[in-house]
């Protein structure tokens, strides 16, 4: 993002999340279009396919209607980058080509409400973190008490499992209330059927933008070079049937059900002016671990809750930087025994909390395991997920009259079959 003001000659919104100083990609399809990569600014997609027809990036136009942007993320940095600022360069200057060429602008420049988003990118692998001391901390009290609420490891390493690439969906998605086993803490022997503890966890994403070969490690110095973009991230919990199953190893049928991702990635560079100094991080963590400069991210985040045929009500208002630990680490650590990274593969920060009641990112801090719940605009209340409640998650970077947002990550509760 340039330290000066940019204006452009489109109309975009003081308050739109798709300002000239984002250009996120995504990949979009209509009647008359299978799937071309495409860019956002203001309330309209930019065709990526059909502007380079004019040949303003030279790049092959084959990678350009994929049906996800792998192939154009594996040209690399120097390529995407060029991509993003020659783009910036047709939409702020009004000679430009796409300005001035009638034809090139009607192929080109389509409104976000009559264009369907798909999914970004092959998800090859994701991996979710637990990365939130606020949200550790809330957690751990309810299952251990206050002396004990982060387990002993929680401090030196960032913890992590692998998820389930292939149920991870693109906003506008409806999925089925998850079945699995639930112990209720007066039964004797466990219990089959919906999960009635439907929980959504605000988070965000990284996607992979450079892959690696087994045996190879990223540091932290250098991470930032392998991580091409972020996007909005809810992964949905089953906290009853995740109660159930979780020991020893961890989440499985309460977590890969369904995950919801925005549409739009925004790139690393267009996040880079919003950078924050973190959380202090103590003990100091091992030498793999530590990081120089400011590496977390100011976005506020929120997310709603809207009932069927009613209006959403926000219920949580939180922000990226009360992460513990970084995106940087986060890959470091990944990567520190030799696994290998592929381009697309996505993880995810893990629930984000704040220090304060209104922070917390999953119903089961803001109603403290049920116990406080809460109460929407229609005058309903809600302990976990209701059936037919729609989660919607949006955030936004914002500094010195510059703006920079996700879209919408949004999904739809249906009941079990």
Known sequence: MSSTQLTTWFN????????????????????????????????????????????????????????????????????????RLTLQALLTNPDSVLKTNADLYKRVVKKQSEVKMLMPVKV????????????????????????????????????????????????GHTFRRPKGQQKPADAEVPVYGPSKLLDFELETAFIIGKSTEMGESVSTANAADYIFGMVLFNDWSARDIQAWEYIP???FLSKNFASTI??????????????????????????????QGDKNVDIKLEVAIQPEGGKPSTICTSNYRYMYYTMEQQLAHHTVNGCNINIGDMMASGTISGPEPH????????????????QLNDGTERKFINDGDTVIVTGYCEKDGKRVGFGKSEAKVLPAN
Not at 279 to 286: S, W
């Open 12 to 83: 975009v919104a003081a308050d739109s999340d798709f300002s000239i100083y984002n250009l996120p990609f995504g990949v979009y399809s209509d009647a008359n279009v299978k799937h071309h990569a495409c860019s956002a600014i203001g309330d309209t997609i930019i065709d990526l396919f059909e502007l380079e027809s004019a040949d303003v990036f030279n790049i092959s136009r084959t990678v350009l209607e994929q049906p996800v942007l792998n192939d154009f993320i594996a040209l690399g940095k120097p390529v995407t980058n060029a991509v």
């Open 124 to 171: 090859g692998d994701y991996t979710d973190f637990y990365s939130s001391i606020d949200h550790a901390t809330n957690i751990g009290i309810m299952l251990r008490g206050k002396e004990n609420a982060l387990m002993p490891n929680w401090k030196h390493l960032p913890v992590g499992y692998h998820g389930r690439a292939s149920s991870i969906c693109v906003s």
């Open 249 to 251: 190893l961890g989440p």
């Open 262 to 291: 925005s549409p739009w990635i925004v790139t690393l560079e267009a996040l880079e002016p919003f950078r924050v100094k973190g959380y202090t991080q103590d003990p100091p963590l091992l030498p793999y671990l530590q990081y």
């Open 359 to 374: 922070e917390f990112g999953s119903m089961m801090e803001l109603t403290w395991r049920g116990t406080k719940p809460l």
